[in-house]
């Protein structure tokens, strides 16, 4: 019979095993390894580091946010708003019920099994409290790991715009928290250019 304990390790064991298999890599500390499991570990890692007390199904979430995300390249959707929005949507849909079927398979009730796909889908953001901190991870996970090389790719008018809407899905507190993040010189200076109500308002005005 499971634990409480051997349940969770299990789990998290099995939504590792599934990142795992990520074709695509990224090095870290001159190690190349599936790009969703580094993804996964930064989210329990940034997790652990806002709330060291978060729920096991939060935990479960966070560790499950992009599960085997590769599977459904971006590139399989119309490349305009809608295209986007669509193929959030379905990846939404598609990481809970993922996780769902390996967590019902680790041993978890389906009130667990929902509360985590609920999570998963950020249902009733800025409402549910646990919700708006999976966002605020997922935010800072974004700043500290990925936004140097996405900024490096993108023209600086769709990089501002990127940080306007991060900050507007962040809490007070994760915003707080991200300012207090080692960004490299012209990362910040992307940051505090986009934060920056002058900036805004011109954009805006043309």
């Not at 870290?28 to 969703?36: A, F, I, M, S």
């Not at 499950?64 to 459904?72: C, N, P, V």
């Not at 609920?118 to 966002?135: C, G, M, N, T, Y």
């Amino acid at each position: 019979m499971r634990t409480r304990e051997s349940r969770f390790e299990e789990a998290i064991a099995a939504f590792d095993a599934a990142n795992a298999q990520d074709p695509n890599r990224e090095s870290r500390d001159g190690v190349e390894l599936p790009k969703e499991l580094v993804y996964a570990r930064h989210m329990s890692q940034w997790l652990e580091k806002l709330e060291p007390n978060a729920s096991e199904a939060l935990r479960l979430a966070a560790r499950a946010q992009h599960i085997r995300r590769w599977t459904i390249p971006r590139s399989d959707y119309p490349n305009d708003r809608q295209g986007y929005i669509r193929w959030r949507n379905t990846l939404a849909k598609f990481h809970a019920d993922t996780a769902g079927q390996i967590l019902r398979e680790s041993g978890y009730d389906e009130d667990t099994v929902r509360r985590v796909a609920s999570l998963i889908r950020k249902q009733h953001l800025k409402v549910d409290p646990e919700a708006q901190l999976l966002e605020d991870v997922a935010c800072l996970v974004f700043l500290e790991n990925y936004f140097g090389d996405f900024a490096r790719r993108h023209d600086e008018a769709q990089v501002l715009e990127i940080v306007r809407k991060t900050w507007k899905k962040m809490s007070a507190r994760g915003r707080e928290t991200a300012l207090a993040l080692p960004l490299s010189p012209h990362a910040r200076a992307l940051v505090e250019t986009a934060l920056s109500p002058a900036t805004e308002n011109t954009e805006k005005d043309n």
